[in-house]
């Protein structure tokens, strides 16, 4: 089971860190990506972040603005957000694969039920 939290309302330029907690004891034998979705559009991938830490991002929609990490320890994976913009309004949703560096939801085995993040002008 996987937990999304963090989410909320911002106004622009503000920042917000996500988190996403597993509950499954293999967490830190996956790779865990973040996906958002806005109203009316398809699931998007933002980045992901494989076992060791390696990341990669969608640059095109993040634009070095958002920072992916994981503390295995923990059982978290983080998605730090700065430099917020309207265009970034959507469900976040943090999910769980087997494969390494997946870009696609059809790659991903498991996911949370998503948390709200709402970016004003």
């Known amino acids: 089971q996987l937990v999304e939290s963090g989410g909320g309302l911002v106004q622009a330029g503000g920042s917000l860190r996500l988190s996403c907690a597993a509950s499954?004891?293999?967490?830190?034998?996956?790779?865990m990506g973040w996906f958002r979705q806005a109203p009316g559009k398809e699931r998007e991938f933002v980045g992901a972040?494989?076992?060791?830490?390696?990341?990669?991002y969608n640059t095109e929609s993040v634009k070095g603005r958002f920072t992916i990490s994981r503390d295995n320890a923990k059982n978290t994976v983080y998605l730090q957000m700065s430099s917020l913009e309207p265009e970034d309004t959507a469900v976040y949703y943090c999910?769980?694969?087997?494969?390494?560096?997946?870009?696609?939801?059809?790659?991903?085995?498991?996911w949370g039920p998503g948390t709200q993040v709402t970016v004003s002008s």
């Open positions: 999910a769980a694969g087997s494969l390494h560096m997946a870009r696609t939801v059809a790659e991903y085995d498991y």
């Open positions: 972040v494989s076992w060791n830490g390696f990341t990669i």
């Open positions: 499954f004891s293999t967490f830190s034998s996956y790779a």
